[in-house]
């Protein structure tokens, strides 16, 4: 199996000069953990919910909340993103997407085509349900009888 028949392809993307507040929005209200950051239809950068929490202030929407805790939330998110990404193509395998992320300590990949327009992403959670999935299949072939 290749990433093309994992990845998801209807990806949220954000532009370089969205705020930070529109990532709190999304991060908030979704269950994403990455957002992939285009201009022109090119992947330029991406943010994680962990570089996000790291740029803003701790305060923002407790008691403690403060102005400048606010205006931390008024950073665009070229100001923070990852740069240099790792990124992947349609026909990366299962397993080798697995080692990338592993060797690398990334949790998701960006798919991306030869001209750097992102065409879908793929997350550790894609998979390792994936392996589980073709894991449990091979199993299945063995007490049916298949393998020997």
């Known amino acids: 199996m290749k990433l093309e028949d994992i990845m998801t392809t209807r990806v949220v993307t954000l532009e370089m000069d969205d705020t930070l507040e529109v990532v709190k929005e999304i ?50 998110v070229h100001q923070i993103m990852s740069r240099d990404i790792i ?3 349609k026909e990366t395998t299962i397993p080798e997407a697995a080692q990338i992320l ?28 994936a392996l589980l999935k073709d894991h449990l299949e091979t199993l299945k072939e063995c007490k049916g009888g298949f393998m020997t």
């Open 102 to 129: 592993l060797k690398t300590n990334v949790s998701c990949l960006p798919v991306v085509s030869d001209e750097g327009t992102l065409e879908g992403i793929v997350t550790m959670r894609d998979l390792l349900r």
């Open 87 to 89: 990124t992947a193509s």
């Open 27 to 76: 991060f908030e209200n979704t269950r994403f953990h990455h957002l992939p950051i285009t201009e022109d239809g090119k992947l330029r950068g991406i943010i994680s919910d962990r570089d996000f929490a790291r740029h803003i202030s701790p305060f923002i929407s407790t008691l403690s909340e403060r102005t400048q805790d606010v205006n931390t939330l008024k950073k665009k």
